[in-house]
């Protein structure tokens, strides 16, 4: 009697921890709140990037670009709720969703606002806020097709306020920032290059 059991105890043990790393491992596949990403330009091959550099026209604010370094620290973003809201960490982000990203060396937010983009005059793209705190122009819509952010997913970006579609431009800047890519937004996403992926 006591075999039989063990054995049942054992088996159901087992079972709960293969259901335990399918579930873990289905959440694997999706984008998730908390996740520190690092976004890539499909069509440019440039990863958004951020540092402590401020743009000398427009906003003022701190500058965001395109780096083809593929290991930067000022590379690293991290998915959060829009502001006023919470997700629970390993929350797989919806399709649609509204969403942060907190750039993690300055813990400014990305941004955008009706600014000129300094070299293409397009949609300034600035990262803005203390501490991941800022406001509705740091809330982008997450354009995927699916019901949830899938991690090999390409992904559009539309900025809440304005419509605009998160983009990156084939003009580079000069110093201090020499040959990273503007980034920018725009309404029509269409002919630009407006395809992320982690």
Request: contains cysteine; glycine residues 10%; negative net charge.
């Amino acid at each position: 009697m006591l075999d039989i059991s063990f054995s049942k105890a054992y088996l159901l043990c087992c079972v709960t921890l293969i259901f335990i790393q399918w579930t873990e491992s289905k959440n694997a596949e999706y984008v998730t709140c908390g996740t520190v990403a690092k976004l890539y330009n499909i069509d440019l091959k440039v990863r958004l990037h951020s540092h402590d550099v401020k743009y000398g026209a427009g906003s003022g604010q701190q500058s965001v670009t395109g780096t083809d370094l593929s290991e930067d620290i000022n590379s690293h973003w991290e998915i959060k709720a829009q502001t006023g809201k919470h997700c629970k960490r390993g929350e797989p982000i919806k399709c649609g969703s509204i969403i942060r990203f907190t750039h993690l060396t300055t813990k400014k937010n990305l941004h955008s606002h009706i600014f000129s983009s300094p070299l293409s005059g397009n949609q300034e793209v600035s990262a803005y806020g203390n501490d991941g705190e800022g406001d509705t122009g740091d809330h982008w819509y997450a354009d995927c097709s699916g019901d949830y952010w899938e991690r090999d997913d390409d992904i559009r970006l539309k900025h809440v306020d304005t419509g605009s579609y998160l983009m990156a431009s084939s003009l580079s800047y000069g110093r201090p920032i020499n040959g990273q890519r503007e980034i920018a937004a725009v309404k029509n996403p269409g002919p630009f290059s407006t395809h992320w992926q982690l």
